[in-house]
């Protein structure tokens, strides 16, 4: 497997790193033709949180995918651009100039859109916007920032934590708790019990309907689509507040996987935890083929 130091763009201010394919194991390569993405978590540049993707492009790379992780205009070794393109209107444009790339210097023509936090939801949009993305995979996908998310992370560490913390009881018992939270917390519970239809489409109605363009257009082009979330992370109960009983019929119907990386943090951390989630992503990669 090699590696290249890459500068691309109009005026060569994109930079990032190219993981070749390598030939895997046996001699025939699945994924001949397919290269995958990497796009930045938030402002950290091409080589990811705690170096994650680092370790997943020589993963993949060894399956035999071609992986490009580089970093958008103004992040990490890239320069800004100069035209003032809006920000997701740059974003799409970079990485189709990517994809355009790689065809031309790797022979490819599918493609695979990988992101974690912010990352992720770079990857599902460019995954809505070009039609030669066939999978996305998405790790704990950046969430707004509303009442309804907030209280969202309440309940969950009230429910994983707190409920068998002595000190939060005692918290509790001796009236130190936050009760209107607490409240709050118990009440969105007992709503998404009893209600399937979004809880969320009061609070931001342009993200909610962004999120369910994304999951419609990828169920009509048949994208492959693998949702990777930490123990602790919302997401995936924020998602299936949002779209309802369409969640579950994609997961039946094959198009969509889900993982859950117990013990895991937000940006995946700890070394068991990325283990965890390198070997979940090839044997998803593996049986997508």
Request: proline share 4%; glycine share 8%.
């Given at each position: 497997?090699?590696?290249?130091?890459?500068?691309?763009?109009?005026?060569?201010?994109?930079?990032?790193?190219?993981?070749?394919?390598a030939a895997p194991p046996g001699g025939r390569n699945m994924h001949q033709g397919t290269a995958a993405l990497l796009f930045n978590a938030g402002l950290i540049h091409h080589i990811g949180p705690?170096?994650?993707?680092?370790?997943?492009?020589?993963?993949?790379?060894?399956?035999?995918?071609?992986?490009?992780?580089?970093?958008?205009?103004?992040?990490?070794?890239?320069?800004?651009?100069?035209?003032?393109?809006?920000?997701?209107?740059?974003?799409?444009?970079?990485?189709?100039?990517?994809?355009?790339?790689?065809?031309?210097?790797?022979?490819?023509?599918?493609?695979?859109?990988?992101?974690?936090?912010?990352?992720?939801?770079?990857?599902?949009?460019?995954?809505?916007?070009?039609?030669?993305?066939?999978?996305?995979?998405?790790?704990?996908?950046?969430?707004?920032?509303?009442?309804?998310?907030?209280?969202?992370?309440?309940?969950?560490?009230?429910?994983?934590?707190?409920?068998?913390?002595?000190?939060?009881?005692?918290?509790?018992?001796?009236?130190?708790?936050?009760?209107?939270?607490?409240?709050?917390?118990?009440?969105?519970?007992?709503?998404?019990?009893?209600?399937?239809?979004?809880?969320?489409?009061?609070?931001?109605?342009?993200?909610?309907?962004?999120?369910?363009?994304?999951?419609?257009?990828?169920?009509?082009?048949?994208?492959?689509?693998?949702l990777v979330f930490s123990e602790d992370d919302i997401g995936e109960q924020y998602i299936q507040n949002v779209i309802g009983h369409e969640y579950n019929a994609l997961k039946q119907s094959g198009?969509?996987?889900?993982?859950?990386?117990?013990?895991?943090?937000?940006?995946?951390?700890?070394?068991?935890?990325?283990?965890?989630?390198?070997?979940?992503?090839?044997?998803?990669?593996?049986?997508?083929?």
């Amino acid at each position: 497997m090699k590696e290249h130091a890459l500068k691309f763009g109009p005026d060569g201010s994109l930079i990032g790193i190219l993981s070749e394919a390598a030939a895997p194991p046996g001699g025939r390569n699945m994924h001949q033709g397919t290269a995958a993405l990497l796009f930045n978590a938030g402002l950290i540049h091409h080589i990811g949180p705690n170096r994650i993707y680092v370790k997943m492009a020589r993963r993949l790379a060894c399956m035999g995918i071609t992986v490009l992780r580089f970093d958008f205009s103004g992040i990490g070794d890239s320069g800004p651009r100069m035209d003032k393109l809006p920000a997701e209107a740059s974003m799409l444009d970079e990485a189709r100039q990517a994809m355009d790339l790689l065809e031309q210097r790797c022979a490819v023509h599918t493609f695979i859109c990988i992101g974690l936090c912010a990352g992720a939801a770079a990857a599902a949009r460019i995954s809505v916007a070009d039609a030669r993305v066939k999978k996305a995979i998405l790790i704990n996908p950046l969430l707004p920032k509303t009442p309804q998310t907030e209280l969202m992370y309440h309940l969950r560490y009230y429910h994983s934590h707190a409920l068998f913390n002595p000190r939060s009881w005692l918290k509790f018992i001796f009236l130190k708790s936050n009760y209107r939270t607490l409240w709050k917390a118990l009440c969105l519970k007992i709503r998404t019990q009893f209600h399937s239809p979004s809880l969320c489409e009061g609070e931001l109605p342009g993200i909610t309907a962004e999120l369910k363009n994304f999951f419609h257009h990828l169920d009509s082009r048949g994208v492959r689509l693998f949702l990777v979330f930490s123990e602790d992370d919302i997401g995936e109960q924020y998602i299936q507040n949002v779209i309802g009983h369409e969640y579950n019929a994609l997961k039946q119907s094959g198009l969509m996987h889900t993982e859950t990386l117990v013990g895991a943090d937000h940006l995946v951390t700890l070394l068991p935890s990325q283990n965890h989630l390198l070997e979940s992503v090839t044997a998803w990669l593996g049986d997508a083929v």
